[in-house]
């Protein structure tokens, strides 16, 4: 076989089950197994979502929730990695910190929706803060693993060089830990947006997930299906970005 | 460098503590001095606290008990005036050969011209031309080892501690490695705690070669390697003699530790 069809028969293999999949999705209503009030057929639904564009309604909604989603990613991982890379250096600091990280990591965040809604009302505050305490632990855990897993022959040879501890830190903790870092990174990025529709959907007057949970009670199907496939391409197309950056940053590893 | 160095060792030890179970003696009474310009290797069966000596040396681990000194200074902390080279070479893999070689150098009180010349006259030293721009992981063994080195050179330390660093090569880049090392010291002489458990390479390398017991760590013996100046001949009876002579030492010491105590 040659380089050309190896590569067609390479992409066919891999979005095999994609077709299958919307094969099936088609032919369920309309053979007329499932009611197409509660399954659409894709052809219906893409000409939803491109109505949806083209009338400006979603816009806004994507806007809002965008802007909720990465300024809450942003700001954990600003905190998560310094707070990790304190930790991994700094003993009291880990001591103190280790505890409080261990009893909250594994606690589920979207039960903190109540509490943040009070505290932050329902606007972007709250998204914004629950998304941020989400994504926060996994970006502490694996920076600090990272750090941590650092040996001590590096930190040496770099002290025998004259590296001072804030230098330490950032030339050689941060670089040394970037790919748990990074592993972190992908963890909060899909947290990030399994809360947000969470919390949109259950009190919010703007956003994605209002959306949803809006065309789902006045009984729009079509449309619902739309804005999930949304969100499904904005979390593919995140995860490629993701992949791209971390092909780039991680090129060292051979 | 013209001032003289020397490394005074006296009456130090070191007691490790496991994470589990009792302190363990690793360091009991070593007196040692090191002259300006002397390759002195410490040989000594594994677990016998030889790379412990090395690290204390370069005020990596406290000292617990007794004191060394570098030029009447006694050592309480890393220094740029003592290099190391390590066995698993602890380059930084997210730099490249040049990066690596340039992150010590750089953070000197130099000119830039200066910083580049050196980086060049290293890179060259080691034979690494066509290779600045690779990453760690992309180089072989006996590659690594030599950015390694050049990393340490090019800081122009006035001492070189070095922990097994052929350990980790096949026989074939180490024999090659040795011979790369004499020649480098040649042209920048310096003073040198080579650590290995390799007695070839102990008597083929050092001037000294002190012989270590098991646990607990005391120096046995200090060798004098005086096999009729000039260059060593391996092939020659002295030099197997002598070879003879310090592997009986570790040998007994190597059985007194399997011997369980």
């Known amino acids: 076989m040659n380089i050309g069809l190896q590569r067609i028969h390479t992409f066919a293999v891999k979005y095999f089950p994609l077709v299958i999949l919307i094969a099936i999705w088609e032919l369920l209503p309309a053979l007329g197994i499932v009611s197409p009030d509660i399954l659409p057929s894709i052809l219906a639904i893409a000409v939803a979502l491109i109505d949806l564009f083209a009338s400006g309604t979603i816009l806004e909604h994507m806007r809002v929730s965008l802007f909720r989603a990465f300024t809450g990613l942003g700001l954990a991982m600003v905190f998560g990695i310094t707070a990790g890379v304190t930790m991994a250096w700094f003993m009291p600091v880990r001591i103190v910190l280790n505890p409080l990280i261990q009893m909250f990591y594994p606690m589920p965040k979207s039960a903190l929706i109540p509490v943040v809604i009070i505290w932050f009302g329902i606007g972007d505050a709250s998204k914004i803060v629950l998304v941020f305490l989400g994504c926060m632990l996994p970006m502490v855990v694996g920076t600090f693993n990272g750090a941590r897993g650092v040996d001590r022959e590096t930190i040496w040879s770099a002290r025998s060089m004259g590296t001072g501890d804030f230098e330490m830190i950032w030339r050689i903790l941060l670089p040394s830990a970037m790919p748990e870092i990074l592993n972190g990174a992908r963890t909060a990025l899909a947290l990030c947006f399994a809360l947000l529709v969470s919390a949109e959907l259950l009190i919010s007057r703007h956003g994605l997930g209002f959306l949803i949970g809006n065309y789902n009670e006045i009984g729009d199907n079509t449309r619902m299906f739309a804005v999930i496939l949304i969100f499904a391409l904005i979390g593919y197309g995140a995860d490629r970005l993701y992949l791209l950056l971390r092909g780039r940053t991680l090129a060292w590893m051979g | ?261």
Request: aromatic share 6%.
């Open chain 2, 1 to 261: 460098m013209a001032e003289q160095t020397n490394i005074t060792v006296e009456n130090l030890s070191h007691t490790y503590m496991p994470p589990k179970g009792k302190p363990v003696l690793a360091l009991d009474g070593i007196t040692l001095s090191v002259k300006d310009k002397e390759f002195i290797a410490l040989l000594g069966p594994s677990g016998c606290g030889k790379s412990t000596l090395l690290y204390l040396m370069g005020g990596f681990l406290d000292i617990q008990d007794g004191q060394i000194r570098v030029n009447e200074t006694p050592v309480t902390e890393p220094s740029r005036d003592r290099g190391i080279v390590f066995q698993h070479f602890a380059l930084f893999p997210w730099k490249t050969v040049i990066q690596n070689i340039r992150f010590g150098l750089d953070k000197m009180n130099l000119a830039k011209s200066e910083r580049d010349e050196r980086a060049r006259y290293y890179i060259d030293l080691v034979q690494l031309h066509g290779f600045e721009d690779s990453f760690p992981s992309q180089l072989s063994g006996g590659m690594k080892q030599r950015a390694a080195i050049a990393r340490t050179l090019a800081m122009d330390p006035a001492i070189l501690l070095m922990d097994e660093p052929f350990g980790a090569l096949d026989a074939q880049t180490r024999m090659f490695m040795q011979a790369e090392l004499l020649a480098i010291l040649e042209k920048t002489p310096k003073t040198v705690v080579f650590v290995t458990h390799d007695v070839h390479e102990a008597v083929l390398l050092a001037d000294r070669v002190a012989v270590m017991s098991a646990r607990p760590g005391k120096i046995n013996e200090i060798a004098d390697i005086e096999l009729g100046g000039g260059p060593k001949d391996v092939k020659s009876p002295e030099f197997a003699e002598m070879v003879d002579h310090l592997w009986d030492g570790v040998r007994k010491e190597a059985l007194a530790a399997g011997q369980g105590r």
